[in-house]
């Protein structure tokens, strides 16, 4: 039974170092995820930018969207495609009711928000887990250290004797739990709080760009006739 319950001891130990090698593991793996997805849609944005020549109006965006590459299949073009579908039902409907122009500029308000909070959520994917491990992995450090300590403390009340050669093996091994709960936690949170200000600044510039899309959508209703059919 003593044989056992050591051998439970030291797993217990051993298991709580694996499980932040894991957590190590998934760390680093979401940090290099989410540092080439915001790489790759700064990029993308950057280009769509570029070829609305710093205005988004409703002629510009008709010229981009034939473009080869497809541009507005990125952050900032998927919210834009959203308004101009909204637009367009609107432009399909009799000229007699195309006058109610507050209703569907509010309508494209909201769809356009819509698009900019399922952006969110697709931006946020995997901060949880940073933000998981940054929290819980000190605890899960102490654990293990708190464990191997009383391991060590069983074993010197078992042999009557503290020398540091009996208790420099189990409570270095107990302290390096605890270093390495904090060595996992300290990248998870850094990243955690970087990648939330780099959502903040693209939710930003999608908020930018819907604004004037709306803008440009106000626009061209005000500097046609209501008696006139509207083209976009």
């Given at each position: 039974?003593?044989?056992?319950?050591?051998?439970?001891?030291?797993?217990?130990?051993?298991?709580?170092?694996?499980?932040?090698?894991?957590?190590?593991?998934?760390?680093?793996?979401?940090?290099?995820?989410?540092?080439?997805?915001?790489?790759?849609?700064?990029?993308?944005?950057?280009?769509?930018?570029?070829?609305?020549?710093?205005?988004v109006s409703?002629?510009?965006?008709?010229?981009?969207?034939?473009?080869?590459?497809?541009?507005?299949?990125?952050?900032?073009?998927?919210?834009?495609?959203?308004?101009?579908?909204?637009?367009?039902?609107?432009?399909?409907?009799?000229?007699?009711?195309?006058?109610?122009?507050?209703?569907?500029?509010?309508?494209?308000?909201?769809?356009?928000?819509?698009?900019?909070?399922?952006?969110?959520?697709l931006?946020?994917?995997?901060?949880?887990?940073?933000?998981?491990?940054?929290?819980?992995?000190?605890?899960?450090?102490?654990?293990?250290?708190?464990w191997?300590?009383?391991?060590?403390?069983k074993?010197?009340?078992?042999?009557?004797?503290?020398?540091?050669?009996?208790?420099?093996?189990?409570?270095?091994?107990?302290?390096?739990?605890?270093?390495?709960?904090?060595?996992?936690?300290?990248?998870?949170?850094?990243?955690?709080?970087?990648?939330?200000?780099?959502?903040?600044?693209?939710?930003?510039s999608?908020?930018?760009?819907?604004?004037?899309?709306?803008?440009?959508?106000?626009?061209?209703?005000?500097?046609?006739?209501?008696?006139?059919?509207?083209?976009?």
């Amino acid at each position: 039974m003593d044989h056992i319950f050591s051998f439970s001891e030291t797993a217990i130990v051993d298991g709580t170092l694996c499980m932040l090698g894991c957590f190590s593991l998934v760390t680093w793996s979401v940090i290099l995820l989410k540092a080439g997805e915001i790489t790759w849609h700064r990029y993308r944005n950057h280009k769509l930018l570029q070829g609305l020549s710093g205005a988004v109006s409703l002629e510009t965006l008709d010229a981009i969207d034939k473009h080869p590459e497809n541009p507005l299949a990125v952050q900032a073009g998927r919210v834009l495609s959203v308004g101009r579908q909204t637009y367009a039902r609107a432009q399909s409907l009799p000229h007699d009711r195309q006058t109610q122009h507050a209703a569907w500029h509010e309508l494209i308000e909201r769809a356009l928000r819509q698009q900019i909070q399922k952006e969110k959520a697709l931006l946020d994917s995997g901060l949880g887990w940073l933000a998981s491990i940054g929290s819980t992995s000190p605890f899960i450090g102490l654990f293990g250290t708190v464990w191997g300590i009383m391991h060590a403390l069983k074993d010197i009340g078992a042999q009557g004797n503290a020398s540091l050669e009996v208790v420099a093996g189990p409570i270095g091994e107990a302290l390096i739990a605890t270093a390495l709960g904090i060595a996992v936690a300290i990248p998870a949170v850094i990243a955690y709080n970087f990648f939330l200000r780099q959502n903040r600044q693209v939710l930003a510039s999608l908020e930018h760009i819907a604004t004037d899309f709306l803008r440009s959508c106000i626009e061209n209703d005000l500097s046609q006739p209501a008696s006139q059919p509207q083209e976009i």
